[in-house]
C-alpha cells in the first residue's frame, strides 16, 4: 500500500467502528492519574487510567500490544491486509473492524464510541483538539507527528521514536514495566543487529513498487527505511531528500545509479518475486548497476512502516544481505 492509499485507508476507521465485543479489560487503580504526557509537540492530559481504547490501524496496535496494553482495546481498525506480527491474535477482547478505503472520516463516530483514549497513526480532516474538546485525549504515533501521507515527516530518528512510543504508551496505560522490557528488547535487537553490520560499497535506493506498469516511489531520510539501511550499513541514495517518500523521475534513478535496491510492496498486491520482477524487467532501468546486476532485496511495505514490525523488518534485510 502507497502512502497515499494509507492515509485514504485510515479514513474509514470511525465508520467502521462498534461497540465492544466481550469488553475490554479493567484498568488498573487511578494513581499518577490526571497525567500529561508530550506527544507530537503537544500536551496530552489523560484524566483517568484508560480502560476503553480505540485503535486505529496495525502499527499503533502493534506498539499497544508490545506495551503491555492489548487487552483495554476496545475497538481495533487494522488497515486491509497489515501484519501484526506479535501482536496477530492480540485483541481478542475488542471489537475488531477490517478499514477498506474510504474518503471521510466521522469524528462524530468517534465522539459516539466514547473512548477514553485514541491512539492512532493520525486523523484526517480534523485534528486531535477537537477529541479533546469531547473530553477524548489521543496520541499519534510518532513517526506521523507531520502527517501520514507522502511530504515530509517531523521525526528524525523514527527507529528511536518506536521505542519512545512503547514506552509513552506503557506509562499512559499504567503498564510501564512490559512497555519497558519491550521497548529494551526491541532496542537490544536492533543494537545487534548494527553490530553484525559493516558498511556497504555503493548505495541502496528503496523503491515502492506497486506493479509491472506503475510509476516507483523513493525513500528520503526522514522515513523509516532510511534509519534501517543505516543500521544495516547501507547508504540510501537519497539520503539528501528531506523527505519521507517522493516520486523520483526515471532520469534521476538513473543518473543516481544505485548498486542496490529494496523493493518495498504490498503483500496481496503484489509477491516478492513479482515486486523483484516489476523492477528488473523495465527496460528503462537497465543500465541501473542494482538492476543489471539483480541486486534487489524485497520487504512488505508494512515493515517499514512505525510500529513494532520495523525491527522484524530490519532483521529480514539483515538475512537478505547476509545470503
Known sequence: MSPTRKAAALAAAALLAASCGTGPTAAPAAAGYPMTVENCGRQVTVERAPSKVYVIGGEAGTIVHAAG???RVAT????????LGAAENAFTKAETSILPHSKDISREVIIGAAPDLVITYGLNEFGPDEL??????????????????????????????????????????????????????????VAAVRE?????????????VAGPDTGLGAYGRRS???????ALGLANTFE???????EPSTESLIAAAPERIIAL????????????????????????????DENILVLDFFYSGHG??????????????GR
Do not use: W
Not at 489521543?138 to 502527517?147: E, K, N, V
Not at 521514536?161 to 503498564?175: A, I, K, M, P, S
Not at 498486491?269 to 548497476?289: F, H, S
Not at 522484524?312 to 539483515?318: V, Y
Open 76 to 83: 481495533f481498525t487494522p488497515l486491509k491486509g497489515e501484519p
Open 240 to 246: 539528501s531528500a528531506d523527505e519521507r517518500y517522493f
Open 224 to 230: 523509516m527505511i532510511h534509519q534501517q539501511m543505516a
Open 308 to 321: 513494532t514490525l520495523a525491527v522484524d523488518g530490519l532483521e529480514d534485510l539483515a538475512a537478505q544481505l
Open 132 to 189: 479533546a474538546a469531547a473530553g477524548i485525549p489521543t496520541l499519534i504515533i510518532s513517526g506521523y507527528c507531520g502527517g501520514f501521507g507522502a511530504g515530509q515527516s517531523e521525526v528524525g530518528d523514527p527507529i528511536e521514536e518506536l521505542f519512545t512510543d512503547v514506552e509513552t504508551v506503557g506509562r499512559v496505560l499504567g503498564t510501564e514495566d512490559a512497555a519497558k522490557a519491550a521497548a529494551d528488547d526491541l532496542r537490544a535487537r
Open 265 to 292: 510492496h504490498q503483500l496481496g498486491n503484489t509477491t516478492d518475486q513479482t515486486a523483484r520482477e516489476a523492477i528488473t524487467g523495465r527496460p528503462d532501468l537497465k543500465g541501473v548497476p542494482a538492476v543489471a
Open 196 to 208: 553484525n553490520s559493516t558498511p556497504r560499497e555503493g548505495t541502496t535506493a528503496a523503491l515502492f
Open 69 to 71: 496494553g492489548a487487552d
